[in-house]
């Protein structure tokens, strides 16, 4: 289901799956991530439920994401601050990563254009996720907001994957589902 108008940056509360038939592939962004043939077959034949938790503590906001891949039973937890701060995790996918996020306007972006275009609100706030592999040589730069497609609303995250002198795009659609 696309996204109710309630539904905005600053309440991402609830169930999100992943629009597979809207998003794009992202094999190639998994494997020049490091992760092995087997996960990104299983990933790719999974549905893949996001668990949105999202509060405000000491005047920043957090995000919480619980995102289980099914059948499969493949978890990882992504928490983020949004200080622009990095934050060290370790995902059984991803290994040891250190990552940053924040609140940011469009103009603020400074990377790749595809980060910037397609969302229904230019000049409103978005979410942007930067993270860094600790030794697999990887960042990958997303920013998160809301597109029209199809005539829908939908929940969407653009990510720019990079690796040395080689990247790769993909937007990841997702539905609401509770």
């Known amino acids: 289901m696309a996204a109710p108008p309630e539904k905005t940056l600053k309440n991402l509360a609830g169930k999100w799956v992943m629009n597979k038939t809207l998003s794009d592939d992202t094999d190639r962004i998994l494997q020049m991530q490091g992760v092995g043939w087997f996960y990104r077959r299983a990933i790719a034949l ?70 910037k275009t397609g969302f229904d609100d230019l000049e409103g706030e978005h979410v942007q996720s930067y993270v860094e592999s600790d030794g697999g040589g990887w960042t990958a730069d997303q920013v998160w907001g809301f597109e029209i497609l199809d005539g829908k609303r939908y929940y969407v995250r653009h990510v720019v994957v990079r690796k040395g002198d080689d990247w790769k795009l993909a937007r990841l659609v997702y539905d609401f589902k509770e």
């Open 46 to 115: 999974a549905t893949i439920t996001l668990t949105v938790t999202e509060y405000t503590k000491d005047d920043l906001t957090h995000i919480d994401i619980s995102q289980v891949a099914t059948p499969g039973g493949i978890t990882s937890v992504e928490n983020r601050t949004l200080d622009w701060e990095y934050h060290d995790h370790t995902d059984k996918i991803f290994g040891k990563v250190k990552g940053k996020s924040r609140w940011v306007k469009l103009g603020d972006v400074d990377d790749d254009e595809f980060l």
